[in-house]
């Protein structure tokens, strides 16, 4: 006979934590190191090459560096590898290595980009790759702007690899893959708009930069919080099983809060600053067809977030769309009676037992 022990999660700690074996408890923190690994490796990369350009920032670097030491020790002790619910604290470690880094780079990056223009050079002509490596193909391919990308667009996709090698924590596997579709989308979109860095009109606007980069910026700590709304379907299921009936609604509430502060986050984080500021460079005189198109695509996407949140509060009254959907199916199946009692008259002595559906 299974019995069942209800732990109260406020007394959960690290001695509760429980692993289906020692070979899966190493499995979680070889996981979680390797990921850690590979985060620090990319940030110690891309500071080495920052650091060419500027050597004063190594101070910086080294607190980053603090971090990273700190939160994996805080992370393997009390954890045992296993990520936070809410928060993923490796990444920010990293955001806080790589954003001041690809600052630095991109605004180098349009120093160089105003003075070859004004001397009618190529850009690729000085860049600091070069320079390591020699004058080689290998090297002009990662030269000024194509550094810069290709370390913005690698931040990128090991963000989503090592989410996902991650130890998931308390996030069930349909919660994960739902933040991995959504951590990709997010990775597309920001890609999309740091594309607006090539613009010459950018470079020589510094205010408008500067703003750029801070919105940039701001896009990218969506990654560090972790927002979906299958965790606590799974919850909502399980607590319309217990007796009482009276944990429907409070569960309801909750998923509906988690939903709303997912589509709040990408409103306020993604596109509303991203369809603001491109409002904003075309009224200074940055206007090309990608900017009009992603405008407008940031647009629809507020303008159906907004929609979301009023079909979720109350404009749209849920017990009267369920009970309109089921009439719809009700009469759906009931023409289908009819039309399967058409074509075989034999079935209309059971007709009457078809309605049954609900």
Known sequence: MSTHVKINVKDLNVNSLVFRSDFHKCRKIFRAL???CLLFGHAACSVY????????????????????????????YFRYGLEWKKFCTCFICYLATMIPVLWLLRLNDMQTTLINSSNNISSSNNNTLSSLMGNTKFASLLSGQNLTSLLEQSMM???????????RGRIDRNSMSQLLI????????????????????????????????????????????????????????????????GGTHSANSREDISETLSIMMVLLMQDGPFLVTRGYMISKGVFN???????????????????RLCVLYGCVTREGNDLLRKSEI?????????????????????KGTNHQRF
């Open 34 to 36: 390797f990921a850690r």
């Open 157 to 167: 996709i090991l963000i989503i690899i090592c989410r996902w090698m991650l130890p």
């Open 330 to 350: 009700a009469r759906s199946l009931d023409s289908l009676d009819d039309i399967d009692c058409q074509s075989n008259p034999k079935s209309k002595t059971v």
């Open 182 to 245: 959504m951590y990709s989308a997010i990775g597309a979109d920001i890609l999309d708009f740091s594309d607006t860095f090539d613009r010459i009109e950018v470079a020589r606007n510094k205010n408008l930069a500067i703003v750029v980069l801070a919105v940039w910026s701001w896009s990218l700590l969506q990654f560090t919080v972790v927002i979906t709304t299958a965790f606590t379907f799974r919850r909502r299921r399980g607590r319309e099983t217990e007796p009482g009936g």
């Open 289 to 307: 067809y990608m900017i009009m198109f992603f405008s407008l695509k940031n647009a629809l996407t507020l303008i159906l977030g907004l929609y």
């Open 49 to 76: 090459f920052a650091t060419q350009l500027n050597t004063s920032y190594y101070g910086i670097y080294a607190v980053c560096g603090f971090l990273f030491l700190l939160e994996a020790i805080v992370i393997f």
